[in-house]
């Protein structure tokens, strides 16, 4: 600053723009060496982790691996890993992703925004998050200890064709009466866009420096994120054109591409598509590119940047963060959470050496097996000069000495075997918390279970899954929610149409939330394990709610007594959002002034009548209208339909008043009775009570417990 310009105010100094491109700076290409350095040393410290999970992949995809002691003739891998695995994936995604399909809760201050609640359950459907998204990472996570998510929004072009019926014209353009011909017209191109979500292999996901807590703790105190990326030329050439990486130095790697085998790195995908038999062709060549993300000084700030390194000093790119919301679009979650490290432990390292001993077991078991099935015969050979005439045939003559010939049969050590592999494999169950409710066909064993033992075990297993489940709620899903959320806000440009239930479809006013905003002004929380902790609530619920409506009004001077919400929310929760409207919803009609429907009906309109009508004082009001005359004949009806009304009402209150054996005054179950079953019809004399009768099916099994 020289001495004129000092003192004088000066100009906002310009930021750099999200686009431009910073690799052509010589002190930013400075920082993003040193951090490039510091993420490959982070993926060297990491490799025993990798070793580990590549191990656990080999048990899951029930591959025998080099760790193996025994090697016989039979080469079997027991599956115990595998349906493990799958049994946790299975019952972890029902219970995030509910039957009646609300997977969002919101909170903030205001309003709820149904729209914007609408919009994300819009991009679940769309995504395909069950099968495409969360299935995939329960088993990564059990597998490698870590959950791993990457968000993006793409856009994708099509042009589409359409039939068109076009009228027939003379040769000066003007229309005859004949009938339209019909001709094949093609639109512009169309644009579809959304976000897209990426589940990550841990092998190709670090965070530097190791100890840090968060990914918002590791850019503040220098590190950062790093990930390996395999681009073919083809994802090369597209990104060139879409301008996200630099021409000169994609045409620099495309020269240099080695196959995965020369790359010093093995593929997991290329290895996962193996172990489902898609064969890879072999020397396919692709870019090994580490996408890094960190904060570098960019003038006198530091900013969160992207760098698109492919090593050799090469850099593809180095941008500011794309994205509005300055945040990285990537979310991390250790499943099992360790004290002073951002990553955790596989649940399946703790099995995987009982997994070891299982197949070697298994295989000592099948090779005894095998011989035991063949017998030996000791002869004598001087005794037995033709030994080789001693063969297994049909009618075969032996030419020998019966006294000199014995036969000796071969250890059933298979059956030894077959018991210790069962006890490895419910050791296997126990530790990673495997009921047997959550296998197929080992529920109950040689006998069907009762209703105390199934509800035992239902309620196990519904507290030990959400406390598992909560912890990808938590860490993974509820971000996500808000991360898409920001990326629609920047990226989306039209109007979209969106499905929607319920309250949303009578509240459909989008609010709009600023970026800085989203997350203060509203929350948006994953709610597939509040429903089902709810539906385990709803007997309670229900209880409460019996108890509710028998408190006189006196009892609570000072508060009133609104029971709607309550019975909105468990019609939602057991029919869903699509049927419950149908079921439990407000009144369309609204209660109208008696004179202002004298004037109406002077008019010659129908006026309908509202439950919450004062039925005397209508009558009354519109009694003194028919004086004045009907020439309509619309009073004399509307007087009809409140006289009904009145007498209808009266009916219901005399009911009321009138309960039946066993019924509250109201009609329905005792004020505080709890639900339970049906009580049985009384049978014939001498008929067999149902609790002492042998199961369905299975006469040999014992009557049922008291």
Same mark, same amino acid.
């Given at each position: 600053?020289?001495?004129?310009?000092?003192?004088?105010?000066?100009?906002?100094?310009?930021?750099?723009?999200?686009?431009?491109?910073?690799?052509?700076?010589?002190?930013?290409?400075?920082?993003?060496?040193?951090?490039?350095?510091?993420?490959?040393?982070?993926?060297?410290?990491?490799?025993?982790?990798?070793?580990?999970?590549?191990?656990?992949?080999?048990?899951?995809?029930?591959?025998?691996?080099?760790?193996?002691?025994?090697?016989?003739?039979?080469?079997?891998?027991?599956?115990? *890993?595998?349906?493990? !695995?799958?049994?946790?994936?299975?019952?972890?995604?029902?219970?995030?992703?509910?039957?009646?399909?609300?997977?969002? =809760?919101?909170?903030?201050?205001?309003?709820?925004?149904?729209?914007?609640?609408?919009?994300?359950?819009?991009?679940?459907?769309?995504?395909?998050?069950?099968?495409?998204?969360?299935?995939?990472?329960?088993?990564?996570?059990?597998?490698?200890?870590?959950?791993? $998510?990457?968000?993006?929004?793409?856009?994708?072009?099509?042009?589409?064709?359409?039939?068109?019926?076009?009228?027939?014209?003379?040769? =000066?353009?003007?229309?005859?009466?004949?009938?339209?011909?019909?001709?094949?017209?093609?639109?512009?191109?169309?644009?579809?866009?959304?976000?897209?979500?990426?589940?990550?292999?841990?092998?190709?996901?670090?965070?530097?420096?190791?100890?840090?807590?968060?990914?918002?703790?590791?850019?503040?105190?220098?590190?950062?994120?790093?990930?390996?990326?395999?681009?073919?030329? +083809? =994802?090369?050439?597209?990104?060139?054109?879409?301008?996200?990486?630099?021409?000169?130095?994609?045409?620099?790697?495309?020269?240099?591409?080695?196959?995965?085998?020369?790359?010093?790195?093995?593929?997991?995908?290329?290895?996962?598509?193996?172990?489902?038999?898609?064969?890879?062709?072999?020397?396919?060549?692709?870019?090994? !590119?580490?996408?890094?993300?960190?904060?570098?000084?960019?003038?006198?700030?530091?900013?969160?940047?992207?760098?698109?390194?492919?090593?050799?000093?090469?850099?593809?790119?180095?941008?500011?963060?794309?994205?509005?919301?300055?945040?990285?679009?990537?979310?991390?979650?250790?499943?099992?959470?360790?004290?002073?490290?951002?990553?955790?432990?596989?649940?399946?390292?703790?099995?995987?050496?009982?997994?070891?001993?299982?197949?070697?077991?298994?295989?000592?078991?099948?090779?005894?097996?095998?011989?035991?099935?063949?017998?030996?015969?000791?002869?004598?050979? *001087?005794?037995?000069?033709?030994?080789?005439?001693?063969?297994?045939?049909?009618?075969?003559?032996?030419?020998?000495?019966?006294?000199?010939?014995?036969?000796?049969?071969?250890?059933?050590?298979?059956?030894?075997?077959?018991?210790?592999?069962?006890?490895?494999?419910?050791?296997?169950?126990?530790?990673?918390?495997?009921?047997?409710?959550?296998?197929?066909?080992?529920?109950?064993?040689?006998?069907?279970?009762?209703?105390?033992?199934?509800?035992?075990?239902?309620?196990?297993?519904? $507290?030990?899954?959400?406390?598992?489940?909560?912890?990808?709620?938590?860490?993974?899903?509820?971000?996500?929610?808000?991360?898409?959320?920001?990326?629609?806000?920047?990226?989306?440009?039209?109007?979209?149409?969106?499905?929607?239930? +319920?309250?949303?479809?009578?509240?459909?006013?989008?609010?709009?939330?600023?970026?800085?905003?989203?997350?203060?002004?509203?929350?948006?929380?994953?709610?597939?394990?509040?429903?089902?902790?709810?539906?385990?609530?709803?007997?309670?619920?229900?209880?409460?709610?019996?108890?509710?409506?028998?408190?006189?009004?006196?009892?609570?001077?000072?508060?009133?007594?609104?029971?709607?919400?309550?019975?909105?929310?468990?019609?939602?929760?057991?029919?869903?959002?699509?049927?419950?409207?149908? *079921?439990?919803?407000?009144?369309?009609?609204?209660?109208?002034?008696?004179?202002?429907?004298? =004037?109406?009906?002077?008019?010659?309109?129908?006026?309908?009548?509202?439950?919450?009508?004062?039925?005397?004082?209508?009558?009354?009001?519109?009694?003194?209208?028919?004086?004045?005359?009907?020439?309509?004949?619309?009073?004399?009806?509307?007087?009809?339909?409140?006289?009904?009304?009145?007498?209808?009402?009266?009916?219901?209150?005399?009911?009321?008043?009138?309960?039946?054996?066993?019924?509250?005054?109201?009609?329905?179950?005792?004020?505080?009775?709890?639900?339970?079953?049906?009580?049985?019809?009384?049978?014939?004399?001498?008929?067999?009570?149902?609790?002492?009768?042998?199961?369905?099916?299975?006469?040999?099994?014992?009557?049922?417990?008291?």
């Amino acid at each position: 600053m020289d001495e004129e310009t000092e003192g004088q105010e000066q100009p906002e100094r310009k930021k750099p723009d999200r686009d431009a491109e910073l690799s052509g700076r010589k002190k930013i290409v400075e920082q993003a060496l040193k951090v490039c350095e510091t993420a490959a040393k982070a993926f060297e410290g990491q490799s025993d982790r990798n070793e580990s999970a590549l191990d656990h992949w080999d048990a899951f995809n029930v591959t025998l691996s080099d760790r193996q002691f025994y090697h016989g003739t039979s080469e079997i891998c027991t599956p115990f *890993v595998r349906d493990a !695995v799958l049994a946790r994936q299975t019952r972890f995604s029902n219970q995030l992703f509910p039957e009646n399909q609300k997977h969002i =809760e919101a909170f903030g201050s205001g309003d709820t925004p149904y729209a914007t609640i609408s919009l994300l359950e819009h991009y679940i459907h769309q995504l395909k998050l069950k099968n495409n998204v969360v299935d995939p990472l329960l088993i990564n996570g059990d597998l490698e200890g870590q959950y791993n $998510l990457y968000i993006s929004w793409e856009e994708r072009t099509r042009h589409v064709t359409r039939r068109v019926k076009r009228p027939v014209e003379d040769e =000066e353009g003007n229309e005859l009466p004949a009938e339209p011909i019909e001709d094949m017209e093609e639109e512009s191109e169309v644009v579809d866009s959304g976000p897209v979500i990426e589940v990550l292999s841990d092998s190709d996901v670090t965070i530097f420096p190791a100890t840090a807590q968060t990914i918002e703790q590791a850019l503040e105190i220098g590190g950062g994120v790093a990930i390996i990326r395999r681009w073919t030329k +083809g =994802e090369v050439e597209r990104r060139v054109a879409n301008k996200e990486i630099d021409e000169s130095a994609a045409e620099a790697i495309l020269d240099t591409m080695s196959s995965l085998e020369k790359t010093g790195r093995g593929d997991t995908a290329k290895a996962q598509g193996e172990a489902a038999g898609v064969k890879i062709k072999r020397g396919a060549k692709v870019a090994v !590119v580490y996408e890094i993300w960190c904060k570098l000084k960019v003038g006198k700030d530091r900013r969160v940047c992207r760098i698109l390194y492919a090593g050799e000093k090469i850099f593809l790119s180095i941008k500011r963060n794309p994205y509005w919301c300055d945040k990285v679009p990537f979310i991390s979650c250790a499943i099992d959470k360790t004290s002073g490290v951002f990553k955790g432990k596989a649940p399946v390292a703790a099995v995987l050496d009982f997994h070891i001993l299982a197949n070697d077991t298994v295989n000592e078991g099948a090779d005894s097996g095998h011989f035991s099935l063949l017998p030996i015969i000791m002869t004598d050979p *001087v005794k037995n000069p033709k030994v080789g005439s001693m063969v297994l045939a049909p009618a075969a003559i032996w030419e020998t000495d019966p006294q000199s010939t014995q036969f000796a049969k071969f250890p059933e050590m298979w059956k030894d075997a077959a018991e210790r592999v069962m006890e490895y494999r419910s050791q296997i169950f126990q530790t990673l918390g495997v009921n047997p409710s959550m296998i197929p066909g080992t529920t109950g064993k040689n006998r069907k279970m009762n209703q105390a033992e199934i509800a035992q075990e239902q309620q196990v297993d519904l $507290l030990t899954t959400a406390d598992a489940v909560a912890v990808l709620e938590q860490g993974v899903l509820t971000p996500m929610l808000t991360l898409i959320l920001e990326l629609d806000h920047q990226f989306r440009k039209d109007s979209m149409l969106i499905r929607s239930f +319920g309250p949303v479809g009578q509240k459909m006013i989008m609010q709009e939330l600023e970026p800085q905003e989203i997350d203060r002004k509203v929350e948006f929380r994953w709610y597939g394990v509040e429903a089902a902790k709810t539906a385990a609530k709803l007997q309670q619920q229900i209880a409460g709610v019996n108890v509710l409506r028998g408190i006189p009004p006196q009892a609570y001077p000072g508060y009133k007594m609104n029971l709607a919400p309550v019975i909105s929310q468990m019609v939602e929760n057991l029919f869903g959002p699509v049927l419950a409207p149908e *079921v439990f919803s407000p009144e369309d009609l609204i209660s109208v002034d008696p004179h202002i429907e004298n =004037e109406m009906m002077e008019h010659g309109f129908d006026t309908p009548i509202h439950p919450s009508d004062n039925d005397a004082q209508h009558l009354q009001v519109h009694m003194a209208a028919m004086q004045g005359g009907d020439p309509h004949g619309t009073v004399r009806k509307h007087i009809m339909l409140h006289q009904k009304a009145a007498q209808a009402k009266a009916e219901q209150q005399m009911r009321a008043s009138m309960p039946q054996q066993g019924q509250a005054p109201g009609g329905g179950p005792q004020m505080g009775g709890q639900p339970r079953p049906p009580q049985s019809q009384p049978g014939a004399p001498g008929q067999i009570h149902p609790d002492q009768m042998a199961s369905a099916g299975d006469p040999s099994a014992m009557p049922r417990k008291e």
